[in-house]
């Protein structure tokens, strides 16, 4: 078991354009969840998959921001006509639902987006 | 107001000290409260949970709880340079999501 893995670790993009970015948790987790980090910042909810179902969606997450979980499996988040305020770096985790509370989530280390 | 304050530092100790991180929240639904640790470039690790009000140990590290005044406390005993790193406090409550409020953190330096 390799973790949480995210792909890719950084992006530099220009503005208006589209990024996807990927995350494979681990294998036997059921919940998804993802992450925005700015700097100085504590992370914060975008939204969270049940196997491929997504549950939930933070306020943070406009429109042009979509995420999906084919076959409950690896995650994709996209966002669309990048802005300067996107740049951030995008956390992905993983957790067994019901035990995210004792047992923690397990974070990938981050795909850092840089919108130019 | 943020529902979860976290003074971010940075703060710097000599090895050997003891350390003593702190948080306060707004929300009174909360009850799981743990504190995460990042090293630089890397996603957050969990190093400690506590549910409800409460102290727990685990060897060089207590986390305590105090929901009567919302104030949760990390302390670490014996501070190590190997301990520098950011410690994130992060909260839920009972709701199914399992999703964490996080504080902003608190850059950490242990001076050999």
């Known amino acids: 078991d390799t973790g949480v893995s995210q792909n890719p670790r950084h992006k530099i993009t220009k503005r208006g354009q589209n990024v996807t970015f990927r995350c494979d948790p681990i294998s036997e987790h059921n919940r998804l969840y993802w992450y925005r980090q700015t700097l100085g910042q504590g992370p914060e909810f975008l939204t969270y998959f049940q196997n491929e179902a997504q549950l939930e969606k933070s306020r943070l997450l406009s429109d042009r921001f979509s995420a999906e979980r084919p076959k409950g499996s690896f995650s994709t988040l996209e966002i669309q006509r990048t802005e300067q305020g996107d740049s951030a770096m995008y956390l992905c985790?993983?957790?067994?639902?019901?035990?995210?509370?004792?047992?923690?989530?397990?974070f990938g280390s981050g795909t850092r987006l840089t919108v130019v | 107001q943020k529902e979860v304050e976290q003074d971010p530092g940075p703060l710097s100790v000599p090895e050997g000290a003891i350390v003593s991180l702190n948080c306060t929240y707004s929300?009174?639904?909360?009850?799981?409260f743990m504190w995460y640790r990042q090293y630089s470039r890397k996603g957050p690790e969990l190093l400690m949970y506590t549910y409800s009000s409460g102290n727990k140990e685990d060897g060089r590290f207590t986390a305590q709880v105090d929901k009567s005044s919302k104030y949760i406390s990390l302390f670490i005993r014996d501070s190590q340079p190997s301990d520098s790193a950011t410690y994130l406090c992060a909260m839920s409550g009972l709701g199914g999501n399992e999703k964490l409020t996080f504080g902003t953190g608190t850059r950490l330096t242990i001076i050999p």
């Open positions: 985790a993983s957790s067994l639902a019901g035990r995210a509370q004792n047992y923690g989530y397990t």
């Open positions: 929300n009174s639904a909360f009850q799981y």
